[in-house]
């Protein structure tokens, strides 16, 4: 079983991912785990918004991402998303 999570961006930005913000600017840590489960239609580990857009570019993370288990269902869109 898959859950897809439908939230609009600014819900998304304001209740689910300023927690994950404050820990990756604020203990930098070396390495996160993408989520099993889609959001918004795009699984998370394929997610370029998320992985690319939010988590490198605007929160600053340089470590390294990995899959949850079972999570990735195109590596090579996995691949281009950051995973």
């Known amino acids: ?18 927690a994950f913000e404050a820990v990756v600017r604020d203990a930098r840590p070396w ?12 699984a998370c580990g394929e997610n370029a918004w998320l992985l690319k857009d939010t988590l490198r570019r605007r929160w600053g ?13 195109d590596a090579a869109a996995a691949k281009a998303a950051g995973l």
């Not at 993370?61 to 269902?73: A, C, I, L, N, P």
């Open 1 to 18: 079983m898959v859950t897809d999570a439908r939230v609009d961006a600014t819900t998304l930005h304001e209740l689910y991912l300023s």
């Open 31 to 42: 390495c996160v785990m993408a989520a099993y489960n889609r959001l918004n239609g795009t």
């Open 61 to 73: 993370f340089k470590g390294v991402v990995v899959s949850d288990w079972s999570g990735v269902r």
